[in-house]
């Protein structure tokens, strides 16, 4: 699930967080997400450092389907913030440098620098795994590659935030 979050490295829809306690992943949509900051803007003066004991100036009109998903986004941008952490994007560059190692690893020599061509410019990433698309043993390759790759930096990024990486993450 932390894999699928880093993936999503546009973030124009959704973003992901890490409930540190109960190691759920919380998905919050963007519409809940500016919910809720309007909710803080409005409630909240600027100078207030601790948000602990404020309570809301006025109750906001929430439409009611929203409301257990903005009280939770509420607590993530507020009241708890040592329990959650942001999910972060999957860094660019090491994305990038793990489909070069990957096209490095290949016997095809032909595909090798076409997969390696096709990483200069825009849409890169795409290009490469359509290029794959007909090469199904080299596609199946390239998901464990990734994966694995994918795991590795999972794990550095939990080491950051006080957790070990366990491989059921």
């Known amino acids: 699930e932390i894999q699928k979050a880093m993936e999503d490295t546009a973030r124009d829809a959704f973003d992901y967080f890490l409930d540190l306690e109960t190691g759920e992943i919380i998905?919050?949509?963007?519409?809940?997400?500016?919910?809720?900051?309007?909710?803080?803007?409005?409630?909240?003066?600027?100078?207030?450092?601790?948000?602990?004991?404020?309570?809301?100036?006025?109750?906001?009109?929430?439409p009611e389907w929203m409301e257990d998903e903005i009280e939770l986004a509420l607590d993530i941008f507020i009241y708890e913030k040592e329990r959650y952490a942001r999910i972060p994007?999957?860094?660019?560059?090491?994305?990038?440098?793990?489909l070069k190692e990957f096209a490095a690893t290949l016997e095809d020599e032909a595909l090798k620098r076409t997969l390696l061509g096709?990483?200069?410019?825009?849409?890169?990433?795409?290009?490469?795994?359509d290029?794959?698309?007909?090469?199904?043993?080299?596609?199946?390759?390239?998901?464990?590659?990734?994966?694995k790759a994918s795991r590795n930096e999972i794990g550095a990024w939990l080491k950051t935030i006080g957790l070990e990486h366990k491989s059921c993450v």
């Open 27 to 62: 998905i919050l949509s963007e519409d809940i997400i500016k919910k809720a900051q309007e909710i803080l803007e409005e409630s909240y003066d600027d100078d207030i450092g601790d948000f602990e004991d404020v309570e809301v100036e006025k109750v906001p009109v929430i």
């Open 118 to 129: 096709l990483l200069d410019g825009k849409n890169a990433f795409r290009r490469f795994k």
């Open 89 to 98: 994007e999957r860094n660019h560059h090491h994305g990038y440098n793990t």
């Open 131 to 147: 290029a794959l698309g007909e090469y199904p043993k080299e596609r199946k390759l390239w998901y464990g590659f990734n994966a």
